[in-house]
């Protein structure tokens, strides 16, 4: 383990604050030179996980050409905080985003960030080292999480705490007492960091997960999508400038976005190798094997226990239900992170979805695409959210 790794193992809580204190200068800043993109490509920036797959996929099958938008070759960003601090300050367009960390930036930093649609559903897992047998095992020990703001963090502490353990910050955790140290940590160095000892597990998204398991060095404990039925971890959001300056080519982008995602559910072999041309740097086994987990090998380890839920499988349906904003920002209120969450006093959950969000152009997406059906969605684009840690 590297000392640079081991650091940022471990001061963790650091890295959520600094990463306000830099998002917040840039907002103030406006950062107008990094606005002239009207007519130009659009920029994409994004984390080289899974979740970015329809995002790239697009670019690499030409469908942003098919739907007549340029886009540059999408810019790749080693961690959540680094993407955040390209977004704000404009020097990217687009890119996708942890659902909770989208509504920090609304309210907690002003950021005029708007949501155009879901970039995926599921395609998250805690991910145990050998020799943790279950979540007990865990007492005493750290666990790292991608960011404070993440449908991560907030599934795993309500499965924790289900389970008997108690989530805390910044020092040592006590096994007595079931105590479990959370930290932030960048997905690329999650792994290195358990094989080394420096934690004991985590909850990322793919292919983490799968490439642990490809290594021998740790097992999938749970998919996340087993616990809350597919839900949003990863949003597509733009600037709210961005829309303005050309709504009609915001919206070509859209339909060439939902287009990759039926693309992918399709042909999910294709799309690994797709995205294990240039645009993901892990192995193409590690890859499909994250988009193509079979759901009876994780039944027989436990991992599933909702098997007609299909949480083990990443989803591809674009459209952001009402009904889990609202959820989401009720988790958030929560849950236990070392930001400030100041912004959420007063702020009703109801409200925050027809703020936050613009779908009218992935509506109109999913017409151009043929129906609801064709993702997968109900024909009244409505839901119940359905959550169980259990």
Known sequence: MSAAV?????????????????????????????????????????LPITDASPLLVAHRRGLYDRFGVRVARPVRFRSWAELAQAFVARKVDVVHLLAPFAVQLRYGLGAPVRMLAWNHTNGSSITLANGIADLGGLAGRTFAIPYWWSIHNIIAQRLFRAGGLRPVLRRNPSRSRGEVRLVVMSPSDMLPAMSNGVISGYVVADPFNAMAEVRGVGRIHRFLGDLWRDHACCVVVVNQATIAADPDRVQRFTNALAAAQLDIAANRPAAAAALADGYLPQPRPAIGKALGYR?????????????????QRIGFSPFPFPSYTSALVEAMGRTLVDVDTRFLDGLDPARVHGDLVDDSFVRRAIATSGSPAAFGLPASLTRVEEVNVS
């Open 295 to 311: 759901r009876e090998d994780y039944e027989r380890t436990g991992a599933i226990r909702r098997g007609d839920w299909e949480g």
């Open 6 to 46: 081991d650091r940022r193992a471990l001061l963790g809580g650091g890295l959520g604050l600094g990463l306000a204190a830099g998002l917040g200068a840039a907002v103030a800043a406006g950062r107008p030179a990094g606005a002239g993109t009207a007519g130009g490509a659009l920029r994409i920036g994004y």
